[in-house]
């Protein structure tokens, strides 16, 4: 019986510089690219419409590039201890080949798949892969891991890289039953997926050609000064990255030959957020400071639906949750606005608003929308005191979108609203809303809450669980 592996894709649907495969393919005379829908995680509390289905397209790409090279995905629907441990055991696999992942979700997994392998002798082999760095291997000099982001990022930065692995030329298959791709209806979903306007492509050939475009345009080179001003284009590389589509890695790679710091420490925000998730596995559930896991949220569901559907009266929140809906995406800023906005200004649990980004956004990830809804929340793991991070929307909107043109293009009701109002269309007097073509109250909402009080609630209540 040939030397047979299988290689279990997971959050890593690509075949260039992807270190499972390429082992696998060295050492194996076989392999078998296997993907697992797992009900756990497609009908659990982070489902998501919208990425489930480009999701599916990242795997039909995949599908392709296995095929281009001789091989083809094996696609299984169940628990994985029960799946993967099927597979291997159809093809008489020796192992199984992976990424090795950091939420306490896939470490718990994994563990489970690898102790049901280890009854039938199939070992359950971890590769790096998701992330710019070794994670575990960044330590402090105590040997602890890192709780605040610029020491982590010196320490990120010094760290010896693995090398970048080719794609392999040809994948030599065991025989095995494909199986098919499922209709989102099959994966549990109602309906058509979410039609998103600036439709991004899915799968690895896109990934490239968006990374290479940017990487070589003029966004790269604009990005240290612009990537906060609202309708600036940053390179929407994330839900590519999430899904493991491109490398992170290879990408760091590609920018730091071009000499743009700025953008390389972004991708060490995902990377220290990696490490978080793996040092700190509960706090994908609780907040990091243990003095704010009493702090008091608001439960009202009309702020909560108004804040979701952007309805606040407050231009720069609404116009970012729209384009949430909208598109499946939001700019980073904007995140950050809106973060607050939630937990400072409407008091609603940080939780909520976490949910909510992931039922929508492409780029869901478990660490990079935990810990920014912690860090925006001022709950995480950051040292900043928490009145740093309450954000003045009006402030926000002025200095990051100064004419306009973001909150314009998601709230087309305030187009016509002069410059100098429309961070606070509320104050337009009577002949200035009817100028404008927009009445406040009726055309457009008034500001749901009173910005100045509830600041001053806000800081009342942080000041109080801080003791
Ligand atoms: C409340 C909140 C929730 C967030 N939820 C997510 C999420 O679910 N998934 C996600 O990928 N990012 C999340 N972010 C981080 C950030 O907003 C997005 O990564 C970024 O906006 C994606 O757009 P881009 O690819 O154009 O980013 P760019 O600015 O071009 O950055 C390049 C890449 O660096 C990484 N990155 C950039 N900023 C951050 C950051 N602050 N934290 C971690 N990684 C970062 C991303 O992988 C991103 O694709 C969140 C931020 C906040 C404040």
Redesign the pocket.
Same mark, same amino acid.
């Given at each position: 019986m040939p030397d047979t592996a299988v290689v279990w894709f997971r959050r890593d649907l690509r075949v260039r510089d992807l270190p499972a495969l390429a082992h696998a393919c060295r050492e194996h005379e076989r392999v078998v690219p296997l993907f697992v829908f797992d009900p756990a995680l497609l009908g659990g509390r982070f489902r998501s419409h919208a990425r489930t289905a480009w999701m599916l397209g990242c795997l039909e790409a995949l599908d392709g590039e296995l095929r281009a090279r001789g091989g083809h995905l094996v696609l299984r629907h169940g628990r994985p201890q029960t799946e993967v441990r099927r597979v291997a055991a159809e093809v008489g696999a020796r192992a199984v080949h992976v990424s090795d992942d950091v939420t306490g979700f896939a470490r718990t997994r994994d563990a489970h798949v690898e102790q049901v392998l280890g009854r039938d002798g199939v070992e359950l082999v971890r590769h790096p892969g998701l992330y710019v760095a070794d994670l575990a291997g960044i330590r402090t000099a105590s040997g602890g891991p890192y709780t605040v982001y610029s020491p982590f990022l010196r320490a990120w930065k010094a760290q010896e890289r693995r090398p970048i692995e080719r794609a392999p030329q040809e994948i030599a298959m065991a025989r095995i039953a494909a199986g098919r791709l499922p209709s989102l209806g099959a994966l549990g979903f109602e309906g058509d997926a979410p039609r998103l306007d600036d439709r991004l492509e899915p799968g690895e050939a896109a990934a490239r050609r968006a990374a290479r475009n940017?990487v070589e345009g003029q966004g790269l080179a604009r990005?240290a000064q612009r990537?906060d001003e609202l309708a600036e284009?940053?390179? +929407?590389?994330?839900?590519?990255? +999430?899904f493991g589509c491109l490398s992170?890695l290879e990408l760091e790679r590609a920018v730091a030959a071009r000499g743009v710091a700025r953008?390389g420490d972004?991708?060490a925000? +995902?990377d220290?957020?990696g490490a978080v998730a793996l040092h700190f596995p509960h706090t994908a559930r609780v907040e990091f400071q243990e003095r704010y896991r009493t702090l008091e949220w608001d439960t009202d569901d009309e702020l909560l639906a108004a804040w979701r559907e952007g309805r606040t009266g407050f231009p720069v929140v609404d116009a970012a949750m729209r384009q949430l809906a909208a598109t499946g995406?939001?700019?980073?800023r904007a +995140?950050?606005i809106?973060?607050s906005f939630l937990t400072k200004d409407l008091q609603q649990d940080w939780r909520e608003?976490?949910r909510h980004?992931?039922a929508h956004?492409l780029?869901?990830?478990?660490p990079?929308?935990n810990?920014?809804?912690q860090?925006?929340a001022s709950t995480g793991v950051d040292p900043k005191p928490y009145f740093q991070r309450l954000f003045n929307p009006m402030t926000q909107q002025r200095r990051f979108d100064p004419d306009g043109r973001y909150v314009r293009r998601w709230c087309p009701e305030l187009r016509r609203v002069p410059d100098d109002r429309l961070a606070e269309p509320w104050t337009m007097t009577d002949d200035e809303q009817q100028a404008a073509g927009c009445r406040i109250g009726r055309d457009y909402p008034e500001p749901v809450v009173d910005h100045a009080m509830a600041r001053r609630r806000a800081i009342e209540r942080y000041r109080a669980a801080a003791g």
């Amino acid at each position: 019986m040939p030397d047979t592996a299988v290689v279990w894709f997971r959050r890593d649907l690509r075949v260039r510089d992807l270190p499972a495969l390429a082992h696998a393919c060295r050492e194996h005379e076989r392999v078998v690219p296997l993907f697992v829908f797992d009900p756990a995680l497609l009908g659990g509390r982070f489902r998501s419409h919208a990425r489930t289905a480009w999701m599916l397209g990242c795997l039909e790409a995949l599908d392709g590039e296995l095929r281009a090279r001789g091989g083809h995905l094996v696609l299984r629907h169940g628990r994985p201890q029960t799946e993967v441990r099927r597979v291997a055991a159809e093809v008489g696999a020796r192992a199984v080949h992976v990424s090795d992942d950091v939420t306490g979700f896939a470490r718990t997994r994994d563990a489970h798949v690898e102790q049901v392998l280890g009854r039938d002798g199939v070992e359950l082999v971890r590769h790096p892969g998701l992330y710019v760095a070794d994670l575990a291997g960044i330590r402090t000099a105590s040997g602890g891991p890192y709780t605040v982001y610029s020491p982590f990022l010196r320490a990120w930065k010094a760290q010896e890289r693995r090398p970048i692995e080719r794609a392999p030329q040809e994948i030599a298959m065991a025989r095995i039953a494909a199986g098919r791709l499922p209709s989102l209806g099959a994966l549990g979903f109602e309906g058509d997926a979410p039609r998103l306007d600036d439709r991004l492509e899915p799968g690895e050939a896109a990934a490239r050609r968006a990374a290479r475009n940017w990487v070589e345009g003029q966004g790269l080179a604009r990005y240290a000064q612009r990537r906060d001003e609202l309708a600036e284009p940053t390179s +929407r590389l994330s839900a590519y990255l +999430r899904f493991g589509c491109l490398s992170a890695l290879e990408l760091e790679r590609a920018v730091a030959a071009r000499g743009v710091a700025r953008f390389g420490d972004q991708l060490a925000w +995902r990377d220290f957020f990696g490490a978080v998730a793996l040092h700190f596995p509960h706090t994908a559930r609780v907040e990091f400071q243990e003095r704010y896991r009493t702090l008091e949220w608001d439960t009202d569901d009309e702020l909560l639906a108004a804040w979701r559907e952007g309805r606040t009266g407050f231009p720069v929140v609404d116009a970012a949750m729209r384009q949430l809906a909208a598109t499946g995406w939001m700019h980073n800023r904007a +995140r950050m606005i809106v973060g607050s906005f939630l937990t400072k200004d409407l008091q609603q649990d940080w939780r909520e608003g976490e949910r909510h980004f992931m039922a929508h956004l492409l780029d869901g990830d478990v660490p990079n929308n935990n810990g920014g809804w912690q860090w925006i929340a001022s709950t995480g793991v950051d040292p900043k005191p928490y009145f740093q991070r309450l954000f003045n929307p009006m402030t926000q909107q002025r200095r990051f979108d100064p004419d306009g043109r973001y909150v314009r293009r998601w709230c087309p009701e305030l187009r016509r609203v002069p410059d100098d109002r429309l961070a606070e269309p509320w104050t337009m007097t009577d002949d200035e809303q009817q100028a404008a073509g927009c009445r406040i109250g009726r055309d457009y909402p008034e500001p749901v809450v009173d910005h100045a009080m509830a600041r001053r609630r806000a800081i009342e209540r942080y000041r109080a669980a801080a003791g």
